[in-house]
T-cell receptor
Framework: GQNIDQPTEMTATEGAIVQINCTYQTSGFNGLFWYQQHAGEAPTFLSYNVLDGLEEKGRFSSFLSRSKGYSYLLLKELQMKDSASYLCAVRSPTGTASKLTFGTGTRLQVTL | DVKVTQSSRYLVKRTGEKVFLECVQDMDHENMFWYRQDPGLGLRLIYFSYDVKMKEKGDIPEGYSVSREKKERFSLILESASTNQTSMYLC?????????????FGPGTRLTVL
């Protein structure tokens, strides 16, 4: 089965750093994605990790530890526009196609 | 830019009606997906298709069917809508076969069944 856990809500201050955690237990692993979703909009791709370690992309970084079934998304120099939901998703191979299983998402509120 | 469009942003239907949700992508992607998104439950996969006329059940296919007659179009069908199908429906597409290939999402259709 698939189980992906993220905190439901987080609050952080503009200019600060926030870390959003994701733990997973899945049958088969073929990479982990992070998506950003603003209220009323479609999710958009942020990052992909398949090997252990940190991937940095501007203000956003994503970390993966496959042995621990753990990932985090790190947002630096927070801006008000970063207020959104952040979705963790694991890709698992399944037959002729692979699919994503999503966590329930973490709603981040950035305050002044 | 990849573009995934959905036929309606908002839809209101009555219980028992047959409902069609249409999704079109313009990037010649092989894989297409239908999800529903509900508060506290996240995105859940209903059906997906990896080729024309091919379909596979996702995690919650009950009450739904799909059709993929052309590569660019993937339709979700609610044969007899029920109130528990009130939700946000998101379509996505993905090209290629690499594990790193991301999905691109449409803007969503918020369906209300009365």
């Amino acid at each position: 089965g698939q189980n992906i856990d993220q905190p439901t809500e987080m609050t952080a201050t503009e200019g600060a750093i926030v870390q959003i955690n994701c733990t997973y237990q899945t049958s088969g692993f073929n990479g982990l994605f992070w998506y950003q979703q603003h209220a009323g909009e479609a999710p958009t791709f942020l990052s992909y990790n398949v090997l252990d370690g940190l991937e940095e992309k501007g203000r956003f970084s994503s970390f993966l530890s496959r042995s621990k079934g753990y990932s985090y998304l790190l947002l630096k120099e927070l801006q008000m526009k970063d207020s959104a939901s952040y979705l963790c998703a694991v890709r698992s191979p399944t037959g002729t196609a692979s699919k994503l299983t999503f966590g329930t998402g973490t709603r981040l509120q950035v305050t002044l | 830019d990849v573009k995934v469009t959905q036929s309606s942003r908002y839809l209101v239907k009555r219980t028992g009606e047959k409902v069609f949700l249409e999704c079109v992508q313009d990037m010649d992607h092989e894989n297409m997906f239908w999800y529903r998104q509900d508060p506290g439950l996240g995105l859940r996969l209903i059906y997906f298709s990896y080729d024309v006329k091919m379909k596979e059940k996702g995690d919650i296919p009950e009450g739904y069917s799909v059709s993929r007659e052309k590569k660019e179009r993937f339709s979700l069908i609610l044969e007899s809508a029920s109130t528990n199908q009130t939700s946000m429906y998101l379509c996505a597409s993905r090209g290629g076969h690499r594990a790193s290939d991301t999905q691109y999402f449409g803007p969503g259709t918020r369906l209300t069944v009365l």
